[in-house]
C-alpha cells in the first residue's frame, strides 16, 4: 500500500550533478521525516540527508556537506536530493525512506523504504 519510488540516478562523470526524487505514496506525506541513504557494494547501508516533515531542518552527513541538497515538496508528496560535485566515491545504490519520528540519521528508525535508484560516478 504505502510505496516510495525512486528516480533520476544513473551514470554521471565526477564533478557532474544528479537530483534524485522519491515519490510516496499511500501515507499522510507531511507526517513523515524523510530520509537519504546509500548502500556501496560489501559496505553498511549509510545516511546521507535527512528533513523534517514540514521542511524546517535539515541534516547531512559530512560526506553530503556542502555538495548535497535535501529539499520536500509536500504538495507533490515528493522528496529530492540534489547532488553536486560528485565523486566515484558516491556510486551507491540511493534509497528514500519514511520515518514517523523525526528525522534522525538512524535507518532503524525508518519505517518505509524504496527499491533504490542506483547512481554510479566514473572518474
Known amino acids: 500500500q504505502v510505496q516510495l519510488v525512486e528516480s533520476g540516478g544513473g551514470l554521471v562523470q565526477a564533478g557532474g550533478s544528479l537530483r534524485l526524487s522519491c515519490a510516496a505514496s499511500g501515507l499522510t506525506f507531511s507526517s513523515y521525516a524523510m530520509g537519504w541513504f546509500r548502500q556501496a557494494p560489501g559496505k553498511e547501508r549509510e545516511f546521507v540527508a535527512s528533513?523534517?516533515?514540514?521542511?524546517?531542518?535539515?541534516n547531512y552527513a559530512d560526506s553530503a556537506k556542502g555538495r548535497f541538497t535535501i529539499s520536500r515538496d509536500n504538495a507533490k508528496n515528493t522528496v529530492y536530493l540534489q547532488m553536486n560535485s560528485l565523486k566515484p566515491d558516491d556510486t551507491a545504490v540511493y534509497y528514500c525512506?519514511?520515518?514517523?519520528?523525526?528525522?534522525?540519521?538512524?535507518?532503524?528508525?525508518?519505517?518505509?523504504w524504496g527499491q533504490g535508484t542506483q547512481v554510479i560516478v566514473s572518474s
Open positions: 528533513i523534517s516533515k514540514m521542511g524546517g531542518g535539515t
Open positions: 525512506a519514511a520515518n514517523p519520528g523525526s528525522y534522525y540519521s538512524n535507518p532503524g528508525w525508518y519505517r518505509y
